[in-house]
């Protein structure tokens, strides 16, 4: 499976780059919309020195993470984005035909361009801003690991909302966007609901938030939080994703 | 010996439709429609067979259900030895599939990065899939265009492309769904050739749904007509053709008013003020006998040869069979 996965996505990264200048300007737009980004949380600590217990540091881990979980996720995993749309498509049909499993082979179908300028900037991000030391590495790539598993899992989920409703197709790619938004502010914002949220159908706690605490203080309690999570967003996933599958195979028409 | 055998297979799909407004939310209208309605026949190997039949007939859900994609409400079917639907991953190392109007190929990337990655979908060794790939490459003539990008090609050296690219694993059995669809006569005629003499040499099977009569004549042995979702006529074409496909529209656009020909076998279907429309039965005369003769009466501005639409041929079939 991974010798496929790997010529399927290799494929879809020379498909992006196929269009030189499109992509040095998409990877170049995404470092110019995250360096304004990161300048206005430069500001914001030059007059604050916390916001609710976290740091520039915490920030620049928290901004570090996330934009490295959006690169990894849009460069190797890159069809979760319109998945929704190829399923309502029927495209999924030529693939059914053939005998590999169906869901890497979607996720496989695109690498995004912009994605990489994500991951130029999320690198320098934690070594340039994140108080790291190369002893952290493990830790770091632990969390990647997890978050990006996190962030494609529930992408898949959302995308999985198109075996039921037509609309999956513009909600699915809105609660990617708003999942990305939880994960771009620092968990002391949230409480109440918002946190419950958070925590559930937006996992930005799980994506960002706990692995976050987890680099400031590694703990066998916050490593199992992650790791469970991970594991509970993945089965969800593709739970959802083939109870949708076998409702498609039977021929139940998602409704507007 | 039967390699595929269908027993009152059937198909219902069934949607949800919503009522407007805030009621739509609780009260919920589930509709079904009867897509394939309990049919049954066998193929045999080497056989090739076409399913025609109008929009909606069926024939596309047919396919589907043969080939793994969809589960039926009812019946049985096997294909080579498996249930389709049940054994979908093993049936699809034996199978190929060609979608007309889907494509699976990346069509930034040229055709021979995407046979590079069947051949890893499909385990074929490296050996194998180089001498099949060289071979199929001669046969259809796609040396020059196997480095282009895809969406540089015409749409006929696409649909090439297509089809060598269900054929890399070395299928015994392929299902064509309207593989001439949009493609030029010129084009039309390469796949057409291309599918016969393919299946010809490797003793293929091939199972093909199209709505051009030409694809059923040149291609096929054998035609299932499907109407409703039911098998109307199951005979070979030689007979069909006897019957219902020996017929071809001739519009001609002309100076005079109105263009009369006397000829055997030629009837005019309607006419208006310079356009005359002529069913010719081949049969009876050539159409190249009846231009000749449009021709010959001068001031021909235009002349259209077509096949009368499937629509109009299977009703014919259907007719035709109630009569009996």
Not at chain 2, 62 to 87: N, R
Not at chain 2, 189 to 196: G, K, M, P, S
Not at chain 2, 262 to 283: A, C, K, Q, W
Request: charged fraction near 20%.
């Amino acid at each position: 499976m991974i010798p496929t996965y790997a010529a399927n996505i290799a494929i879809a990264i020379r498909t992006s780059l196929m269009d030189r200048t499109n992509f040095v300007l998409n990877s170049a737009g995404m470092v110019l919309n995250d360096i304004f980004f990161l300048i206005l949380w430069y500001m914001f600590f030059a007059g604050f020195r916390q916001v609710g217990g976290w740091g520039l540091h915490d920030v620049a881990r928290l901004l570090g993470i996330i934009m490295l979980v959006v690169a990894i996720s849009g460069v190797f995993f890159g069809g979760y984005r319109d998945m929704a749309a190829t399923i309502l498509r029927g495209e999924i049909d030529a693939l059914l035909t053939q005998p590999k499993s169906i869901l890497p082979r979607l996720l496989a179908r695109e690498s995004i361009a912009t994605a990489w300028g994500d991951g130029v900037m999320g690198i320098w991000m934690l070594i340039t801003f994140a108080g790291l030391s190369w002893t952290d590495t493990p830790a770091v790539l632990l969390t990647l690991v997890c978050g990006t598993t996190i962030y494609v899992a529930s992408a898949i989920a959302y995308a999985s909302m198109a075996f039921w409703f037509t609309g999956a197709r513009s909600f699915a790619r809105d609660l990617t966007d708003f999942m990305l938004l939880f994960s771009s502010y620092p968990g002391s914002i949230y409480s109440g609901m918002t946190k419950v949220i958070a925590y559930s159908l937006l996992p930005a706690g799980f994506i960002v938030l706990t692995p976050v605490a987890f680099l400031r203080n590694p703990s066998a309690g916050t490593f199992t939080i992650i790791a469970t999570s991970t594991l509970l967003y993945v089965s969800l996933a593709a739970a959802l994703f083939h109870a949708g599958l076998i409702r498609y195979r039977r021929g139940l028409v998602p409704t507007g | 010996m039967a390699i595929l055998s269908v027993e009152s297979l059937r198909k219902d799909y069934r949607y949800v439709r919503r009522r407007p407004g805030l009621s739509g939310l609780f009260d919920r209208d589930i509709r079904t429609v009867k897509a394939v309605t309990g049919i049954s026949f066998e193929i045999a190997e080497r056989e090739r067979v076409a399913i025609i039949g109008p929009n909606g007939a069926g024939k596309s859900t047919t396919l589907k259900m043969l080939s793994g994609i969809l589960e039926p409400t009812d019946g049985a079917a096997a294909v080579l030895g498996f249930v389709p639907w049940k054994q979908r991953r093993q049936l699809a190392y034996r199978i190929g599939v060609v979608f007309g109007q889907r494509t699976q190929l990346w069509t930034e990337l040229p055709a021979r990065d995407s046979f590079a990655l069947l051949r890893r979908i499909y385990d074929v060794d490296q050996a194998t899939f180089d001498r099949r790939l060289n071979q199929l490459v001669e046969r259809f003539g796609l040396g020059p265009i196997l480095d282009q990008p895809v969406q540089r090609l015409s749409l006929g050296q696409r649909m090439r492309c297509e089809i060598v690219a269900s054929l890399l694993h070395g299928p015994s059995l392929l299902f064509l769904d309207e593989p001439t669809i949009g493609l030029d006569i010129t084009a039309k005629a390469a796949i057409r050739d291309f599918i016969r003499e393919h299946a010809g040499a490797e003793g293929q099977t091939v199972v093909l749904t199209s709505h051009d009569t030409r694809d059923i004549e040149l291609v096929c042995d054998r035609v299932i007509v499907i109407n409703e979702g039911r098998i109307v006529v199951d005979q070979p074409t030689d007979q069909l053709r006897r019957q219902f496909l020996g017929h071809r529209l001739v519009t001609l656009r002309s100076a005079a008013p109105e263009i009369a020909l006397d000829l055997p076998g030629v009837t005019r279907r309607t006419s208006e003020p310079h356009l005359s429309v002529f069913e010719v039965d081949t049969r009876a005369t050539r159409v190249d006998a009846v231009v000749e003769a449009a021709l010959a009466k001068g001031g021909i501005e235009d002349i259209t040869i077509e096949d009368p639409p499937m629509e109009e041929v299977v009703r014919a079939i259907y007719d035709a069979n109630r009569a009996r």
